[in-house]
């Protein structure tokens, strides 16, 4: 047997075995009193998981999943393709042409906490999606930290974790992005941003940001983008100087009138936006999905045939729809899935063979992509002693092609919800 059929069938052994684990392990690995407990120190508030955490009962889940490591290896060779692909110059003129003005401006930051979602398919990881926002890395950092090896596989698994890396990596990912706006030293104090965040469901996530600046010498605040101020050249909020915002508003372009002194600092190079509209427009809106499964674009761009071959293997086909294409594609909408050019949160999308005609002519309408329909993998857990099935996929947290952190989410319905009884973040075991 040649060394390339045996890599094979090592990878197919290892994904054997987390599918199996993933079927019949029913291990509770998650130490809930030990997570609250870590959350509250990390804090600084005793009652921190009483107020924030309890009232989230599926925000975590009791059960991890298994991966194969061959399978991310795979997904971070996608996650590098697509990052070379986006500095490619056709590219980037294909993904700005659709774009809004403001994702011209190019300050040099690559953004913090991309998030590169996938589905385990039985033929290897499929990328489902790109966020330039993903919410959960600090919350899953701790997760991990409160896990029981509860078998030799959980006791290995623990022991291969990034979660231990994971405050220095992070420290540095801003670091960088500082840096490559030319600022120099550190920022004195940095904003993390929404709308109304104390309204946002991970906003537990934003205080334990704000916690780990502090703890890094960096004064933060958590500031609604609505009170965010811009004069004389300097952001602020309740008149402290802003010099980077931590973005998590899903107005992706700052066009909300409410969001005008943001948007004027940001042009303005006030201040470092991390993430922010250009990297949204390269990597997170829909249609570049289409680009980066257009195999012949790609090539005539230059990207290398090797990257051809793992974006052709691990993204699905996915293209506009139009009123020229919208026949075909409802003709063939049990094979594919629906997603609006610019949603986030799983919103507005839609399963093809679950679709009314009612909600298909708003489809037909233009402002969304079709993506062929790549099965989520499943992970069985127990309620009240009885077996049950989740969805799940997986998110790689990553900056400049190095991964943060590894995620899964389990989940019930069309998209990941929060709401699911057993769902929930959940760590992934890498065996």
Not at 1 to 7: A, G, I, R
Not at 70 to 84: G, P
Not at 86 to 113: E, K
Not at 151 to 161: D, G, K, Y
């Amino acid at each position: 047997m040649d060394d390339n059929s045996t890599n094979l069938s090592g990878a197919t052994d290892a994904r054997s075995a987390s599918e199996r684990l993933n079927q019949r392990c029913f291990c509770l690995t998650l130490d809930r009193e030990k997570l609250f407990d870590a959350l509250d120190r990390e804090v600084g508030d005793p009652a921190f998981s009483a107020t924030f955490i309890r009232s989230r009962p599926h925000l975590f889940s009791n059960t991890p999943v298994f991966l194969a490591k061959s399978d991310t290896d795979v997904m971070l060779r996608i996650v590098r393709a697509i990052e070379a692909a986006a500095r490619l110059p056709g590219y980037r003129a294909a993904a700005l042409s659709w774009a809004p003005p403001i994702a011209r401006h190019d300050f040099g930051p690559l953004g913090v906490f991309m998030g590169y979602d996938f589905h385990l398919s039985a033929d290897g990881p499929k990328l489902i999606e790109v966020n330039t926002n993903a919410g959960g890395a600090f919350l899953n950092a701790l997760l991990v930290k409160a896990q029981r090896a509860c078998c030799t596989e959980v006791e290995f698994a623990l022991n291969r974790s990034d979660a231990g890396e994971f405050e220095a990596a992070v420290l540095r990912m801003f670091a960088r992005e500082w840096a490559l706006q030319g600022r120099s030293g550190k920022p004195r104090r940095i904003a993390i941003v929404d709308e109304r965040p104390e309204e946002q469901y991970l906003y537990p996530e934003f205080m334990l940001a704000k916690r780990f600046f502090h703890k890094h010498g960096i004064e933060a605040v958590i500031a609604d983008a609505a009170g965010l101020r811009y004069d004389d050249g300097s952001l602020s909020f309740d008149g402290q100087p802003i010099d980077l915002v931590y973005n998590r508003c899903v107005d992706f372009a700052f066009d909300d009138p409410a969001h005008d002194a943001l948007r004027r600092a940001y042009l303005g190079g006030a201040a470092v936006v991390t993430p922010n509209p250009r990297i949204h427009a390269l990597y997170a809106d829909k249609r570049n999905l289409a680009l980066l499964s257009d195999r012949a674009s790609l090539q005539a761009w230059g990207l290398g045939l090797d990257m051809l071959a793992d974006l052709a293997a691990g993204v699905p086909r996915t293209v506009p729809v139009t009123a020229e294409n919208a026949p075909s594609l409802w003709a063939a909408r049990k094979t594919l899935f629906f997603k609006p050019y610019g949603g986030h949160g799983g919103k507005a999308v839609y399963r093809g063979d679950k679709l009314t005609k009612g909600v298909w002519a708003t489809i037909a309408q233009g402002g969304y992509v079709a993506q062929d329909f790549a099965a989520p993998s499943e992970r069985t857990i127990t309620l009240d002693g009885l077996p049950e099935i989740r969805k799940t996929d997986v998110r790689l947290y990553v900056h400049e092609g190095r991964v943060l952190l590894t995620a899964a989410r389990l989940y019930q319905g069309q998209t990941t919800n929060f709401r699911t009884p057993g769902g929930g973040f959940a760590p992934v075991f890498v065996n």
